[in-house]
């Protein structure tokens, strides 16, 4: 034998980081592992995630504010939350869009948004097992990682955009290691560009890479690439300051001028993260083992996934993080996951057994309601209980009596609680009404109810107005004016306080004016530059 051969090379020598870099870059030469073993892991990962999805498939109380522009859009009111006015409740316009086209056919608002997160969930694992991972049991792995994350699982469903990220997220990284091969980023740009569409700020998870990559490369083609890729994303935004005035959702307005101080958000946001360790260790400890691992194995080309990680982080905590738990925790996790199955580990089954066992012990034993042990009558929960860490809550575990998949039955179709019923009921009753819960309520009111959220995500004026009294992250309260209310039912402005009065007026003529009249245009720019 050969000294090369009776000497292998040290793992930490250049050489082999060499070999290394090069069978990371290589995308489609690693072809995933053929065979009856490797076929049985990657069923038994999908299998075990799908069970996951169906045991804790469920709907959230704000899938349904969506929900109510999407039934408004499609019965031609426009895209719109009050019929009467264009404002924009959601965050996620690709996400609502691609709802409508099935929601357009069947008008079913339970089994469309639960269906819909469901299939894009279960794809998202196929393609991390079957197309992403080099080796059966690094796929094996990340699919238990992701079904033993609470945060990942949970968001699986609830009808809000994260399954639509998680599968765009796998897109973009099939994408971005092909391209390492053709030289030509306008696919990922592209991807890039829906992720900025579906939710804003999960581009900080991939911006950072396509960044770099774009600095190593002639700048025209690297501004063409970026150029085609944003299109869709620049195409909204023109369509949102053309449509509703303003280039965001009326919704960050609401969660950002509130007059609560950044330190304080700061502090929320920080303890965002302790809800997560204390709720669901599992989800930030394998964030952070596998972005290590990852970097450990080859630096220089995925420190800037780890910015991105990190930026991602930073701006999580800034913003205070979320009412919900683990919502905004569950993207960053695929990342890593995704980075980390991409690895050619030649130990992986060595570590497979004591990586596993860690898994299910954080993501069962240590991990509260955790999802693999939900069914139709566990973990069905009082507001109170739900609660967590500094008013984060288990929101699934509230609303899974309401709108879980395994509570549905021919006789009591799902939705069903309380605030169903008084939506409902106020089809027949005053035409404005102030609510501080709006999802199920806006929804089954239908569209000759003007709902006023006493939180502001609906309401263009409340969200210009500071948060008064005590408030949860993600809910601050506005007082409504004086007068408002009256206004609203009159069409009269009849708001009692001048400044109050003048502002709802300029609102009014960005929210309800002709689209392309010269006093609305004025509107927007003095709001645009703060006049």
């Known amino acids: 034998m050969s000294r ?13 980081h060499t070999l290394d870099d090069r069978a990371i870059d290589n ?21 075990l995630f799908v069970i996951a999805l169906v045991r804790t498939a469920w709907l959230c109380d704000d899938a349904y504010i969506t929900l109510r522009t999407i039934d408004n859009f499609v019965a031609g009111y426009g895209v719109r939350w009050n019929v009467v006015e264009r404002v924009q409740t959601y965050t996620h316009p690709l996400w609502m869009l691609m709802l409508s086209v099935p929601y357009y056919i069947k008008r079913d608002p339970y089994f469309t948004p639960l269906l819909a997160s469901m299939v894009l969930s279960a794809l998202t694992v196929w393609l991390l097992l079957t197309r992403l991972a080099v080796t059966p049991i690094s796929g094996a792995l990340g699919a238990l990682v992701l079904t033993v ?20 997220l796998a897109t973009f990284f099939l994408s971005y290691w092909r391209s390492l091969e053709t030289a030509d980023l306008t696919l990922p740009w592209l991807v890039c560009g829906l992720l900025l569409l579906n939710r804003l700020d999960t581009g900080l998870l991939v911006l950072p890479a396509l960044l770099v990559r774009g600095i190593g490369m002639p700048w025209r083609r690297a501004l063409r690439a970026a150029a085609i890729g944003l299109a869709p994303l620049i195409l909204w935004e023109a369509f949102a300051i053309v449509y509703y005035g303003f280039p965001f959702p009326n919704t960050a307005y609401a969660k950002l001028q509130h007059g609560i101080s950044e330190s304080t958000l700061i502090g929320q946001g920080l303890l965002y993260l302790l809800d997560s360790i204390a709720e669901d260790p599992i989800t930030l400890l394998a964030t952070a083992a596998f972005t290590a691992a990852v970097l450990r194995a080859s630096t220089r080309k995925h420190w800037p996934f780890a910015v991105g990680i990190l930026l991602y982080y930073a701006y999580v905590v800034r913003i ?31 570590v497979a057994p004591a990586v596993a066992a860690v898994c299910i012990v954080l993501g069962i034993i240590a991990t509260k309601r955790p999802p693999i042990m939900s069914g139709a009558d566990t973990f069905v929960l009082t507001p109170n209980a739900a609660m967590g860490v500094a008013g984060v809550a288990d ?18 179709p799902l939705p069903h609680n309380a605030t169903v019923d008084s939506g409902r009921q106020a089809r027949t009753g005053p ?22 959220d006493a939180m502001g995500l609906g309401d263009p004026l409340l969200a210009r107005l500071p948060a008064e ?23 009269q402005n009849r708001l009692v306080d001048p400044p109050v009065a003048a502002r709802y007026q300029q609102l009014k003529l960005i929210t309800q004016g002709p689209l392309w009249a010269r006093r609305r245009w004025r509107a927007i720019a003095a709001v645009a530059f703060g006049r």
């Not at 090369?4 to 082999?16: F, I, N, V």
């Not at 994350?149 to 765009?168: I, Q, R």
């Not at 601050?476 to 009256?486: C, D, M």
Request: glycine share 10%.
């Open 149 to 168: 994350s609470k945060a990942f699982v949970d968001y699986s469903t609830s009808g809000l955009e994260n399954p639509l990220t998680h599968l765009l």
């Open 469 to 491: 009294g005590r408030w949860r992250i993600g809910h601050f309260e506005r007082k409504i004016p004086e007068g408002y209310v009256a206004t609203l039912e009159t069409g």
């Open 431 to 452: 035409p404005v009404v102030v609510r501080s819960t709006i999802g199920l309520f806006g929804y089954y009111a239908g569209p000759t109810v003007h709902v006023v």
């Open 27 to 47: 995308t489609f030469a690693s072809r995933p592992a053929q065979g009856l073993e490797a076929e049985l892991l990657r069923a038994f990962g999908f299998g």
């Open 320 to 350: 205070g993080g979320d009412f919900m738990s683990g919502r905004f925790l569950a993207a960053p996790l695929f990342v890593a996951v995704a980075l980390f199955v991409r690895l050619p580990i030649a130990s992986a089954a060595r």
């Open 395 to 412: 929101e699934r575990a509230y609303y899974y009596r309401y709108t879980g998949l395994l509570r549905w039955t021919r006789d009591v």
């Open 4 to 16: 090369l051969h009776s000497h292998p090379l040290k793992p930490d020598s250049p050489r082999q």
